[in-house]
């Protein structure tokens, strides 16, 4: 049996456009040579010269959001309460068995920019690759944006989840969902639109608000969604990083296919 790993996370980068401003990493490299300096600092007495070609240690600084790159959002993202009344549970507390499942992908690359994606759409593509989701089942939304990661247009780019289409996944036991786009949701931009057109809160945020009647978590900025070859019968591994009481943990989630 053959097994190949395809990696569905993108790289966090500094100074890429696809973020909002103020989201965007910044990462500072310090060199070979810079970090010969500071071994001379944490070893008194050495010279750089007694290190290997005058080298030392790399090292990187970065700033970033915990919804910066591939990431998986907690439920405490969302809102502080989940199914309904009790605490949402933040990325440190999220269970492991979450995160290691059977994955399954659903293609709405069809759809436009903007567009949302509707529980009719999800039941009909299932019918369509002919699967029943089952809990716990890791279910990955295709919209084809990922394509536009790295360039300004990417957070107009794909389209999303609605309330219903969400809860249509969380009713059947789904915990953990993806999506190769910015947002769970449709682009912010679209949203923002259309609440100024109609004054309608309820536009704002659907799909995860989704989360305060039944907590899920869902990873966004995912890539590669359309190089998996099948729908179904592969794994998803997606652990987030542990981070004390967070909304999100940075991710690379992988597609674990058995041939």
Not at 16 to 28: A, R, V
Not at 208 to 236: D, Q, R
Request: with cysteine.
């Amino acid at each position: 049996m053959n097994r190949r790993i395809i990696d569905l996370s993108i790289a966090i980068e500094a100074g890429l456009p696809s973020d909002p401003e103020m989201m965007i990493p910044k990462i500072d490299y310090l060199t070979h040579a810079q970090g010969a300096e500071q071994m001379e600092q944490f070893f008194p007495g050495l010279k750089k010269e007694q290190l290997p070609k005058s080298l030392g240690w790399a090292i990187e600084f970065v700033q970033l959001t915990t919804h910066s790159g591939t990431h998986l959002d907690a439920p405490f993202h969302y809102h502080p309460f989940m199914d309904r009344d009790f605490p949402a549970l933040t990325i440190d507390q999220i269970p492991l068995d979450w995160c290691f499942q059977d994955g399954v992908v659903l293609d709405f690359s069809h759809k436009g920019d903007g567009e949302g994606i509707t529980a009719a759409d999800v039941s009909g593509r299932l019918s369509d690759i002919g699967y029943e989701l089952k809990p716990l089942d890791i279910v990955l939304v295709r919209t084809g944006a990922d394509v536009f990661w790295g360039k300004p247009e990417y957070i107009f780019k794909g389209c999303g989840m609605t309330r219903e289409s969400t809860l249509y996944l969380l009713e059947r036991g789904v915990k953990v969902v993806g999506i190769d786009a910015w947002s769970w949701d449709r682009p912010l931009p679209y949203l923002a639109l259309e609440f100024q057109k109609t004054g309608d809160p309820s536009v704002i945020w659907e799909a995860h608000f989704a989360g305060i009647e039944k907590g899920y978590c869902h990873m966004e900025k995912m890539v590669n969604l359309g190089m998996i070859p099948k729908p179904f019968g592969f794994k998803v591994a997606c652990f987030p990083i542990k981070i004390k009481s967070a909304s999100a943990g940075w991710t690379r989630p992988v597609a674990i296919i058995e041939d």
